[in-house]
């Protein structure tokens, strides 16, 4: 695999990036009371879902090891969900706040297709442009609660 260095750390941020927006998800759900946005989210968590399987995948094929994201940012989430949702657990500000970290995933994940879109392996490539796909995809859903 060319570029392994440059591919390892795309595919580390793909597999980070959506086990993120898992445990957001994970994070989010037991204040959601709005039942249509609580569908639409454990939706979304399938296809997080679906993307870090496909990047485990990919990793062991190329003898990569990808790392979780670490217990420090998984508790600063945690926080910042549950002192969002404290006061207002509306379908409105959940998905705002939902909106927020998928404008981030996407900014993140396109700066990365940016910047190494010449070099980088179709196998990996391929996946990132999924995971871009499907976070505007959520996006737009998600600003329909807005």
């Known amino acids: 695999m060319d570029n ?20 957001s998800i994970t994070d989010i759900l037991p204040e959601v009371e709005d039942e249509e946005i609580k569908e639409e989210l454990l939706r979304e968590h399938e296809e997080y879902e679906k993307i870090c399987s496909q990047a485990a995948s990919l990793a062991t094929r190329y ?30 500000n959940i998905a705002q706040m939902m909106v927020r970290g998928t404008v981030n ?26 995971l871009i796909a499907l976070e505007e995809g959520f996006e737009k859903k998600l600003k329909k609660y807005l």
Do not use: C
């Not at 392994?4 to 445990?23: F, G, M, P, T, W």
């Open 63 to 92: 003898e990569l090891n990808l790392k979780e994201p670490s217990p420090i940012k998984k508790a600063m989430m945690w926080s910042a969900i549950k002192m969002g949702a404290a006061n207002d657990n509306s379908r409105q």
């Open 4 to 23: 392994l260095k440059s591919d390892s750390e795309i595919l580390a941020e793909i597999y980070r990036n959506a086990q993120l927006a898992q445990v």
């Open 105 to 130: 995933g996407i900014t993140s994940l396109k700066t990365s297709l940016t910047d190494g879109e010449q070099i980088m392996n179709v196998d990996v490539k391929s996946l990132l442009k999924e």
